[in-house]
């Protein structure tokens, strides 16, 4: 089996963090060529690389140095309309120019990514949540969604000249050229991401409302409007129910917690968005389940946050379950958990222990403790 390294640990690997000091690196790398047919690097890795050590090409360079030294296959997942390619860069990465240009290029096309997903993401979770309190799930996700009012402005909305697309092209500069810590502008991103669900959540709810009224809401977009008297009662009455109310609530409150009815609601309409997504042929399917559970964790299991990360994250997913996805990210790794365990149960994939060849082959590759050598040179002793 093929196996493919994640970023973390290909910058432990290069030797450029003691993230994973836990692992033994001469043994991790020594068990994944004798243990695999092969040890690939996503060029997705290779983008990350170019986008974290943009200002800091020693960094850069070795990590790409350790790639080719050591005979690491590159794996693409890009197209050719994202022009950028894993082989190629390490083929050329040791002219200055070529790499200053790559450098340029993979900044903005990660922030491209990274905002074109925010934006699906953004508008899904709230079409999740509106069809909950507005209609049924079928007007959200039929097969003729896109001839309803809804998915016109979900659609709208999406695009990147949107204000939705300028709101996360704002956000991402601040997370990339803010001096603060790290900490502090990853909190903020957290923040700002789930804000604008629930912000979304409520224009998304009212336009929905208001169409179903007879009213055009694409005139709310409007400075002149015209609305008569009674259409702004209508209007009025719509947007200052306690649905909005209670999505208002949520965009700034740590509790984000939903009705044993929502939840029922909430379950059914993520198992039909998984559904619709997959249909839709755009992404695979096991990347498909991982948005599912990703978004479930988010709306009812754990009151989590969207994280930045879980956009390369469920594009590993891309691998699975054909190759060995090597990943000491612990949300990762339960998530493909989850989503083995779903896989064989319904007999989409025949090997019920994927998740748990991960953890076994990174539990063999540790380091051995000074206690553990301790207790060997006993039993030696002892047999001595």
Known sequence: MISVIDTNLLYYLANISTEQSTYDSTLLLNNLKSDYTEVEVSDLSILEACVAFRNDR??????????????????????????????????????????????????????????????????????????????????????????????TIMINSSLPESPLGEYYELVLNDFYESNDKFSLRENRLKESIISKVFEFSESLYGFTEVEKRGIDYKKLLQKDNNFTQEEWKIIFDIFSDKTITKLEKRKTSKSRSFEKEEIDNLHKNLLHFEETLSNAGKISKWQCKYLRILFESILISKNQKLNKNDIIDSMFLNYYPTKQIISVDEGLQKKINMITKEAYDSKEVSNENYYYDIVNFLNKCKKISSDSKKEKRADVKKLK
């Open 58 to 151: 020693i960094k850069l360079i070795k990590i790409f140095n350790f790639i080719k030294n050591n005979n690491i296959c590159i794996n693409s997942i890009f197209h050719d309309e994202h022009n950028f390619n894993g082989n190629e860069i390490i083929l050329n990465y040791n002219n200055p120019k070529y790499l200053d240009t790559i450098v340029c290029h993979a900044y903005k096309l990660k922030k491209d990514i990274e905002n074109s997903y925010l934006r699906f993401w953004t508008t899904s979770i709230a079409s999740i949540i509106v069809s909950c309190k507005s209609f049924s799930i079928n007007n959200v996700f039929s097969s003729n969604n896109y001839k309803n009012e809804l998915a």
